[in-house]
């Protein structure tokens, strides 16, 4: 399961990260709702959970843009705020759920694997087609016709955040953290030896999507005309 906390209480923020990966769960942690909404546009996400009142946008803004966007994943709206038509306001702006602080984190962690387990529904969201290349999130597969390339845990996770975000840059830290965490020790050497792993993999599909080099900034997947590549 993979989660996305928006929490700007570091000493909960920090108690809720360390809970739920004991628990097994992959934790993205923000401190404000523009990094929220940055970070769920660019990663899929099992559950959000934004806490209602942060820097920045407020968790319901962000809830707001989210659904306004396209959004379909699980967002869990965590607040203080307990009366009636606060409730009602977070679930207008599509929220699935609301939970007021304080709380026992045994019910909290019930809800969220309750929101895992409706999203997990959606599995077509798995399914990612560029042109006529295949990307299967399930098994970590990219065909084409009856060629097929197995990737990596890592590699996909970095081809998947590529091309979900295709014809636009990405930098170099924002991959880091995205697929190995903030706090990771993993160096830009490490990212460009992926890179050039999967280059030289997605290299049997005769180039219909390249990783173009951004010198300086980072990296961004290019579509070339599949037209010419049938």
């Known amino acids: ?35 929220a909404l940055e970070y769920a546009l660019y990663d899929p996400y099992d559950v959000v959970i934004l806490d209602w009142m942060m820097p920045g946008q407020t968790g319901v803004a962000v809830c707001d843009q989210l659904r306004k966007r396209g959004y379909h994943g699980a967002v869990l709206m965590l607040t203080a705020k307990d009366a009636i038509d606060d409730r009602v306001l977070g679930l207008d702006t599509g929220a699935d759920d609301y939970f007021v602080k304080p709380f ?3 019910e909290l962690f019930a809800r969220i694997r309750a929101l895992a387990r409706r999203s997990r529904v959606r599995l077509e969201e798995d399914i990612l087609q560029v042109g006529n290349l295949v ?23 970095l081809l998947d955040l590529l091309v979900r975000n295709q014809e636009r840059v990405i930098p170099r830290e924002v991959i880091l ?11 830009s050497n490490n990212l460009d030896a992926y890179v050039r792993l999967l280059r030289r993999k997605l290299s049997l599909f005769e180039d219909i999507v390249v990783i173009q080099t951004i010198r300086g900034i980072g990296y961004k997947l290019e579509v070339q005309d599949v037209c010419k590549n049938p």
């Open 104 to 106: 026992e984190f045994a």
């Open 1 to 35: 399961m993979k989660v996305l906390l928006a929490e700007d209480d570091a000493k909960l923020g920090k108690l809720i990260k360390h809970m739920l990966e004991k628990s097994g769960v992959q934790v993205d942690w923000v401190l404000n709702g523009d990094m």
């Open 177 to 187: 953290e995205r697929i190995w965490g903030l706090e990771t020790d993993v160096s």
């Open 135 to 157: 990307f299967n999130g399930l098994t970590h597969c990219v065909l084409r016709g009856d060629t097929e390339v197995q990737l990596t845990s890592r590699e996909f996770q």
